[in-house]
């Protein structure tokens, strides 16, 4: 069975960090470029950050820049979004995507998301 699975999601305190990760089963990751978006009730999804199939790339959105740090272990199959400085407009749940990209940067080929996992950021 082809599939993401996020893990590492939960409630913390504001100020507090929280890593999670995102493995992938039944695919290799390496080919494939990693999102991770979130969505909270009643919004679109809106993505915060991404990075290339090597790792050697990677964008934030600008309501994250310096706060989060993205990832990959292509050994591990396994991509990561480390979330430090954590507010509660941080609150959503988080999902990550794996996609493969053109050289232009346009992707194409299958579209995989997780499940999601929940991060909540409150006292």
């Known amino acids: 069975q082809l599939q993401l699975v996020e893990s590492g999601g939960g409630l913390v305190q504001p100020g507090g960090s929280l890593r999670l990760s995102c493995a992938a089963s039944?695919?290799?990751?390496?080919?494939?470029?990693i999102g991770w978006f979130r969505q909270v009730p009643g919004k679109e999804r809106e993505g915060v950050s991404c990075?290339?199939?090597?790792?050697?790339?990677?964008n934030y959105a600008d309501s994250v820049k310096d706060r989060f740090a993205i990832s990959r272990d292509n050994a591990k199959n396994t991509a990561y979004l480390q979330m430090n400085s954590l507010n509660p407009e941080d609150t959503a749940v988080y999902y990550c995507?794996?996609?493969?990209?053109?050289?232009?940067?346009?992707?194409?080929?299958?579209?995989?998301w997780g499940q999601g996992t929940q991060v909540t950021v409150s006292s």
């Open positions: 039944g695919f290799t990751l390496d080919r494939y470029a």
């Open positions: 995507n794996a996609r493969k990209l053109l050289s232009t940067g346009v992707p194409f080929g299958d579209n995989y």
């Open positions: 990075i290339s199939s090597s790792g050697g790339s990677t």
